[in-house]
């Protein structure tokens, strides 16, 4: 009866627009990468700082059909009508997905590998071709795109809009699933950054990102990125509210906004990300020394080894920053 109801929600759910479907390449002025899917174990926790769950394989994937058999079934459901559809994934349209495992695990590796390698186009239309568990490396890099590239400001609400649909889509059969969490929370928070302090509260997403934020770091104080995202979530909102409303209606205060990128700091120094945000943030709370501060962080980065495309991407995006800055 599940997998009923399932295949018809997928029948009637409409395709959401997938970006005005040009995007732009990963610029070639950058550190290239060439990680491949059946050489990804050598690197993964370096990659993901251990905290985008475990390398997919087909012991991994049968622990999450068995947490989270509803979510199983969808992608069952998923596979059935999409497969054949996508170049790659022919072969997964025949059979019963329980027979499958290592091939689909191989194409879940594959679309980490072009997350990592800086071809988000290629992660994001195998990861959503592959159902939930390819969500996560697709809108991943669909979210990274949005906000380190794009540069039209409709386009990159679009993509992030996709990123809350697809993640509220499949966080009721997987509730308290980790990345599906996080990557809804941080599609909104991007969102907010670009609206205006009454256009934000207009919207209800504050209190749900601060929720779910808070709960992710109160099930795993170590999870770098939702660190780094709540930091600097709290700086916007005194940004967009103030101080006083900011810590009265949503707890937002600067010293929790220093306290959570210092804990971030312990975990993952080596992660431009924290450095990068962390300017952002000090920017955002506008003290006397802001400026200052944010030009510390940023050089700071400089000094950094990028791993994947997206360090490489923030890096620059650092540059652009302090550059900006100096000329001010």
């Keep these: ?17 997938s970006a005005q479907d040009t995007w732009q390449p990963y610029p070639e002025h950058l550190t290239q990468y060439h990680y491949e899917a059946d050489t990804l174990h050598r690197n993964w926790e370096k990659l993901t700082k251990n905290l985008r769950g475990p390398l997919p394989t087909v012991d991994s994937l049968k622990a ?25 994934l022919t072969q997964l349209s025949g059979e019963e997905l329980d027979n499958q495992y290592a091939e689909y695990a191989e194409q879940l590796r594959q679309a980490w590998a ?24 697709g809108l991943y890099a669909q979210a990274l795109y949005a906000t380190l590239i794009e540069t039209d400001p409709a386009n990159q609400k679009r993509l992030l809009e996709e990123v809350i649909q697809r993640t509220s889509e499949i966080l009721p059969m997987a509730p308290d699933h980790p990345m599906i969490r ?3 929370a941080y599609g909104k928070a991007r969102i907010l950054e670009n609206l205006s302090a009454t ?31 709540y930091a600097g979530v709290q700086a916007g909102i005194i940004e967009k509210a103030g101080s006083f409303v900011g810590r009265i209606t949503f707890g937002a205060r600067k010293s929790d906004v220093e306290d959570l990128f210092q804990k971030a700091y312990e975990i993952a120094d080596n992660y431009p990300g924290i450095y990068y945000e962390h300017a952002r943030a000090t920017l955002k709370l506008d003290d006397r020394s802001s400026r200052e501060n944010a030009q510390r962080y940023l050089s700071e980065i400089t000094e950094l080894t990028s791993a994947t495309a997206e360090d490489e991407l923030i890096k620059n995006r650092a540059a652009a920053l302090a550059e900006t800055l100096k000329a001010q």
Excluded: C
């Design 1 to 17: 009866m599940v997998r009923i109801y399932l295949l018809l929600l997928i029948a009637i759910t409409p395709a959401l627009a």
């Design 64 to 88: 999450d059909a068995e947490r989270w058999p509803e979510l199983y079934e969808y992608t069952k459901a998923h596979l059935t009508k999409n497969a054949a559809a996508h170049p790659s």
């Design 114 to 137: 072009y997350l990592f390698n800086g071809e988000f186009r290629k992660a994001r239309d195998l990861g959503l071709a592959l159902g939930p568990a390819g969500y996560f490396p």
């Design 182 to 184: 996080f990557g809804n």
């Design 199 to 229: 256009e934000a509260m207009a919207t209800g997403y504050t209190s749900d990102i601060t929720k779910d934020l808070q709960e992710l770091l109160d099930e795993n104080p170590e999870n770098i990125y939702a660190l780094v995202l």
